[in-house]
């Protein structure tokens, strides 16, 4: 967890509309060697227990299964806005069942990262609970940064256009995190889908050039690449744990 370039949200789950863009927060947890499964059991009963009626702070759950975090578990708490953090949404018990029954099972966990979804250069019409698997591509953005997010709102608009089965979600840090970490998650129904992408992806590219013009992609994003930090892109494979989260909601269009 130690250096660790977050993951957000994605997020694989969906929220509901709201007048700002959705905040999130997101930490990641390692589990004490051997305790994978006591851990995943702990945050199940907890979740279950104070996270799921309609007025209950709402925390979502994956499973990192391929990249640096393999095997620990990134849990994600939902604003939705930046005023719903004012007051602690989370009760003295609690926190206190936490500090007794999951934390003691936690190895390490990283610092905590805010993110504030990007609405124009995210397309999510995917319906509550149907993708479980997200492609997170961290960016560490420096220089030039309108290159970047012209591209990432072409992207979007492209995506939307082809009509491809292909949810897209964009989280800028709005603490926590690096300067210029942008988080761009594609969600998935299955891995099967997600063996898919890259031939969905070319389809985007075209309709992309379609709209934008001739070799508009290869141009747009080479541009987002010399936009970049060195090492700048990081990425990760997650599994969303419905029985660790609180009930999908339908998310921002």
Known sequence: MKNLLFTLLIIIVSFSSYSQSMVVWLDYHTPVKGKGSELSDAIK???????????????????????????NYARAGVGPTWADFDNNPVSSKELDYWMENVDPLIASSSGREY??????????????????????????????????????RNIANAL?????????????????????????SFNFRNLEHYGNFRQIMGRVSDTYDEIYGNNAWDTDIQLLRESLEMWGAQTELVRFLPELSSPPIALQE
């Open 115 to 152: 993110y504030v979804r990007r609405d124009a250069a995210s397309h999510d019409v995917a319906k509550p609970g149907e993708n479980t698997i997200g492609f997170n591509i961290d960016y560490v953005v420096g220089a030039n940064r309108d290159h970047f997010w012209k591209f990432r």
């Open 45 to 71: 009963d907890k979740t279950k227990k104070y996270n799921q009626g309609a007025d209950a702070f709402q925390l979502y759950t994956w499973e990192v299964i391929a990249g640096s975090n393999q095997g």
């Open 160 to 184: 939307k256009e082809s009509g491809e089965d292909l949810s897209l979600n964009v989280w800028a840090s709005g603490g926590g995190g690096p300067q210029g970490h942008v988080r761009v």
